[in-house]
């Protein structure tokens, strides 16, 4: 009978490697478990290491491999090492606050495109508005250019028309009037006049004044022969003695009037033409011509005055006596030449007053509520002074910032001579130099400022 023994060493044969090489994972099943002795394996532990040494390198290694794979703790099934996560649900508030925050991001980044292109639209618009205001600008300025050379006296010779009444071409040496006009190249028109036998001008205005074409200027020449001018003189003298009853029972009287009461502008001239030969060449020829209406009217020398002055005080009417036709044309040309100059004079005189002193002041110095700016009005005040300098004015506000400062300081002295000389003593630095206001200016400032008088002359 074979006695059983339990081997106390483990016994690796060649064919339980070849399995072991072949069959690696058989190991790894969760059921199959290694029981090892440790008294044993102590026991035996150098026989075990003997045993090793023999085997070959390649059943080492699979050796160790195995038995690693054995202690080590067991995984779980399912292929991965690291098991997922399981994903969180949202509920519905949480999608329905998402959806309104996207919706709000949304129309806020329409807001903001809405918000840019009208900044866009108003930048190009500004942009428009400015290019339309600087087309405008530069319009006017040609405008104003072109309105300023219209109004030179040879480019408004032009637009000046003289017209004349046929009435006084019946007249002998009215033919010199007409030559001179042509050989001037003036325009001239011949046309019923309101007033018989007158003269009068028009004037074209440039394209877009007013609306009109052109104006009528307020000048009149009425020419009479002396034989008119005894009648209109009778009867200015009947009407005078009605107490001022235009009765108007003259030929040219009636109509005279009417127009001056129609339009109280209108400048009348009158050019009475006598041809007698008495008193042509005489050097006391107006004398003559009273004596001549003194003996035709019947009327004394004060009543002729009387009525002259009438004429020309109440109805603003200028007598001339003349003796030719070439007189009345040399007449009608002066008028004509003042006429054309009139409108640049005009121009020139909206300039500022002669006593201010030229420069950017010009329309004012701005005085704020805090009352910065008024020290800069006194300083201009001064300068308007005849030889005032802008160094001699800030001297003197340098010392006295206020008029009121310097009226007290002249009150604080007693006489008269100190006053005057108050400021002649202050320092004037300009250029590089010292020098001092003097006595001069001195007494100037001080009757600009103390003087009652208003006709008083400074200088």
């Known amino acids: 009978m074979s006695v059983l023994r339990r081997a106390k060493t483990w016994e690796i044969s060649e064919s339980e490697e070849s399995d072991a090489e072949i069959k690696p994972d058989l190991n790894r099943d969760a059921s199959q478990t290694v029981t090892v002795s440790t008294d044993l394996i102590t026991e035996d532990q150098s026989s075990e290491d003997k045993c090793c040494k023999t085997l070959p390198s390649s059943a080492s290694k699979n050796y160790s491999s195995q038995v690693s794979a054995a202690l080590s703790p067991p995984r779980p099934a399912g292929g991965s090492a690291t098991p997922s996560p399981a994903r969180k649900r949202r509920s519905k508030e949480e999608l329905e606050a998402n959806r309104q925050t996207a919706r709000e991001r949304r129309e ?62 019946q007249q002998d040496g009215s033919d010199i009037l007409l030559d001179t006009l042509a050989t001037f190249e003036w325009r001239f028109n011949i046309e019923s006049q309101q007033l018989p036998r007158s003269i009068t001008w028009t004037r074209d205005l440039p394209q877009g004044d007013d609306g009109k074409g052109s104006v009528e200027e307020e000048q009149v020449v009425l020419v009479l022969d002396l034989a008119d001018f005894m009648d209109m003189v009778i009867s200015v003298k009947k009407m005078l003695n ?3 009853e235009e009765t108007g029972t003259g030929s040219f009287l009636g109509p005279l009037l009417e127009c001056l009461n129609r339009d109280a502008k209108k400048v009348v001239t009158l050019l009475v033409i006598d041809s007698e030969p008495d008193y042509r060449d005489d050097a006391y020829g107006e004398h003559l011509l009273d004596e001549t209406l003194h ?39 002066a008028v004509t030449k003042a006429l054309s100059k009139r409108p640049y004079k005009l121009l020139t005189e909206r300039a500022e007053l002669p006593f201010c002193v030229d420069g950017s002041w010009a329309s004012g ?12 009005v006194w300083s201009k005040q001064i300068q308007q002074l005849n030889r005032v300098s802008p160094a001699v004015a800030s001297a003197v506000t340098a010392a006295y ?17 100190d006053r005057k000389g108050l400021l002649a003593g202050l320092i004037v630095k300009s250029g590089g130099k010292e020098r001092r206001i003097g006595p001069e200016i001195s007494a100037r400032v001080y009757r600009c400022l103390t003087a009652q008088n208003p006709q008083l002359v400074l200088d």
Not at 296 to 315: N, S, T
Not at 365 to 376: A, K, M, P, T, Y
Not at 407 to 412: E, F, R, W
């Open 108 to 169: 806020e980044r329409d807001r903001q495109r809405a918000a840019r292109a009208r900044d866009k639209e108003d930048r190009r618009q500004e942009r428009d508005r400015q290019k339309a205001i600087r087309a405008r600008e530069k319009e006017d300025r040609r405008q104003a250019a072109e309105n300023l050379k219209s109004l030179r006296p040879d480019n408004c010779l032009k637009c000046l028309t003289v017209c004349i009444d046929p009435a006084l071409l």
């Open 295 to 333: 003996s035709k009217l019947g009327m004394e020398h004060l009543d002729i005055e009387e009525v002259l002055v009438y004429l020309q005080l109440c109805k603003n009417i200028s007598l001339v006596f003349l003796y030719e036709w070439q007189e009345v044309t040399n007449h009608v040309c």
């Open 242 to 244: 009605s107490e001022g």
């Open 365 to 376: 110095v701005r005085v704020e509520r805090d009352g910065s700016g008024l020290i800069q």
């Open 401 to 417: 910032p206020s008029p009121q400062l310097l009226l007290q300081a002249y009150q604080s002295l007693e006489s008269e001579e």
